[in-house]
Nanobody, 123 residues
Framework: QVQLVESGGGLVQAGGSLRLSCAAS????????MAWFRQTPGKEREFVAG????????YYADSVKGRFTISRDNAKNTVYLQMNSLKPEDTAVYYC????????????????WGQGTQVTVSS
C-alpha cells in the first residue's frame, strides 16, 4: 500500500515557476514508477510527466517538454515536479500517481493517487 500527499500548488503569474512535491508513505517506494497527471473541469485527466523507479528515466507530455522537470529522491520517498515558464493553460489540479516499476502514460495503469493540488496561472 502506498499513500501519496501532494503539496506546493498555488497561484502564479504567467512565466513564473512552482515546484510540486509528492510525499509517499509505504514500503518499496523506490520500486514504483511515479507520475504527475493534471485535470481541468470537464476534461479527462492527462499525463504530464513520469519517472521510472530504477534508472530514473523521465518522460514528458509534449505540452510541457522543456519547461517541466520531474525528479525523485528515493531516500526521502518524494517526487518533485519543477514547473517553469508557466502558462495559463497549465492551470489544473495536479495529481501524483504511482504504479509498479514501469512508467506509462495511461491513467488506468496507476494504482495509487494523491488528493491533488491546485495550480492556477494568471495571464
Amino acid at each position: 500500500q502506498v499513500q501519496l500527499v501532494e503539496s506546493g500548488g498555488g497561484l502564479v503569474q504567467a512565466g513564473g515557476s512552482l515546484r510540486l512535491s509528492c510525499a509517499a508513505s509505504g514500503r518499496s517506494f523506490s520500486s514504483y514508477a511515479m507520475a504527475w497527471f493534471r485535470q481541468t473541469p470537464g476534461k479527462e485527466r492527462e499525463f504530464v510527466a513520469g519517472i521510472s523507479w530504477g534508472t530514473k528515466t523521465t518522460y514528458y507530455a509534449d505540452s510541457v517538454k522543456g519547461r517541466f522537470t520531474i525528479s525523485r529522491d528515493n531516500a526521502k520517498n518524494t517526487v518533485y515536479l519543477q514547473m517553469n515558464s508557466l502558462k495559463p493553460e497549465d492551470t489544473a489540479v495536479y495529481y501524483c500517481a504511482a504504479k509498479w516499476a514501469v512508467v506509462t502514460t495511461t491513467l488506468g495503469d496507476y494504482d495509487y493517487w494523491g488528493q491533488g493540488t491546485q495550480v492556477t496561472v494568471s495571464s
